[in-house]
């Protein structure tokens, strides 16, 4: 149920190692995939069954792959059961529902009940926004004045 990873590490005797993502390409441009070593690279194969392929290959069966995914959403398969998604998605999960039953019942609000499914994903897609601190400060030793 995997659909992407959004990040990953190899974890080895209690440390976490950075991996970074690599395209298709890039990855089929390795040309000795058999090199073996701590993994720094991973392509996510996003195929029916996603494949994920990580080089250089693990030199040892201790090393552990942690990774954040985005995972699809599980079906509500009857009238008790409650969707699988966050709370913050509850309104854009309407209104999307709403502007698909009108591509059917009733073209004529699609365009209203479009704008309302648009913003609300925004705002729900707006919470899971990064709010870390990040600063930036120039280093002026190399600048001049004079």
């Known amino acids: 149920d995997i ?6 590490v190899v974890r080895r005797s209690g440390t976490d190692f950075s991996m ?12 000795t995939k058999t090199t073996t070593g701590r993994p720094t690279q991973f392509f ?3 195929q029916i069954t996603p494949n994920l392929k990580i080089w250089p290959a693990p030199e040892n069966s201790t090393d552990t792959i942690v990774y954040d995914a985005l995972t699809r959403i599980q079906d509500a398969n009857s009238a008790v059961n409650t969707m699988e998604i966050p709370f913050r998605f509850y309104p854009c999960l309407t209104a999307g529902l709403a502007y698909y039953i009108a591509m059917k019942k009733a073209p004529d609000r699609i365009q209203l009940l479009k ?12 919470e899971d926004r990064d709010r870390s601190s990040f600063n930036v400060t120039p280093q002026l030793s190399f600048y001049r004045v004079g």
């Not at 970074?20 to 040309?31: K, Q, T």
């Open 20 to 31: 970074s993502r690599i395209s298709r390409d890039n990855y089929l441009a390795i040309p």
């Open 44 to 46: 996510l194969d996003r």
């Open 3 to 8: 659909i992407d990873i959004l990040s990953a």
């Open 115 to 126: 704008s309302v499914y648009e913003e609300e994903f925004e705002r729900a897609i707006g």
